[in-house]
T-cell receptor
Framework: NAGVTQTPKFQVLKTGQSMTLQCAQDMNHEYMSWYRQDPGMGLRLIHY???????DQGEVPNGYNVSRSTTEDFPLRLLSAAPSQTSVYFC???????????FGSGTRLTVV | GEDVEQSLFLSVREGDSSVINCTYT??????LYWYKQEPGAGLQLLTYIFSNMDMKQDQRLTVLLNKKDKHLSLRIADTQTGDSAIYFC?????????????FGQGTTLQVKP
């Protein structure tokens, strides 16, 4: 089925470790973004991209890096994991008409 | 700055109508969305409305937009237990698509049998 695929679904990291959360979409959407969801705070934008080779920071970018080498993929890298990065991470994509952003099923990350 | 606010909790009886409210702050032309999130799941787009519209209806869902007050509401008719979930209001910032959505904190809808 067409959509946004996130891997892994669950991950436990130790403080200081690094990892990459994967996000791929097969809808040829130009726009992709990463959000984190914390209890009682809704979703907050980490980084976003309006096309291959173009990325920008969102509301809470510190501690995260992104790159967009292809239209399909938008990985999120945690450089040195901290307990404050324990959260559920969602990737989303959209076409320019803005009539709906499609979300992945999320990655639940715990940093101990 | 940009902000989207929602009430945090709503409880209704099965068969009643539910009304979930949201306020937003961006004054430019924008799309506004309602998403549903069930426990442990991702976000499901329910409906959207463009800021030059007053109302949109889709089966049991009615979205009302008051542009003057920057107030958005989602009405669910004949609410069912399967409608129990968290509902997020979101705003797409600016006149072009930057991929940026601003979300409210989410309203937990509890439907009692």
């Amino acid at each position: 089925n067409a959509g946004v695929t996130q891997t892994p679904k669950f991950q436990v990291l130790k403080t200081g470790q690094s990892m990459t959360l994967q996000c791929a979409q097969d809808m040829n959407h130009e726009y992709m973004s990463w959000y984190r969801q914390d209890p009682g705070m809704g979703l907050r934008l980490i980084h976003y991209s309006v096309g291959a080779g173009i990325t920008d920071q969102g509301e809470v970018p510190n501690g995260y890096n992104v790159s967009r080498s292809t239209t399909e993929d938008f990985p999120l890298r945690l450089l040195s994991a901290a307990p404050s990065q324990t959260s559920v991470y969602f990737c989303a994509s959209s076409s320019p008409d803005r009539r709906g952003y499609t979300f992945g099923s999320g990655t639940r990350l715990t940093v101990v | 700055g940009e902000d989207v606010e929602q009430s945090l909790f709503l409880s209704v009886r099965e068969g009643d109508s539910s009304v979930i409210n949201c306020t937003y702050t961006d004054s430019s032309s924008t799309y506004l969305y309602w998403y549903k999130q069930e426990p442990g799941a991702g976000l499901q787009l329910l409906t959207y409305i463009f800021s030059n519209m007053d109302m949109k209806q889709d089966q049991r869902l009615t979205v009302l937009l008051n542009k003057k007050d920057k107030h958005l509401s989602l009405r669910i008719a004949d609410t069912q237990t399967g409608d129990s979930a968290i509902y997020f209001c979101a705003e797409s910032l600016g006149s072009g698509n930057t991929g940026k959505l601003i979300f409210g904190q989410g309203t937990t809808l509890q439907v009692k049998p």
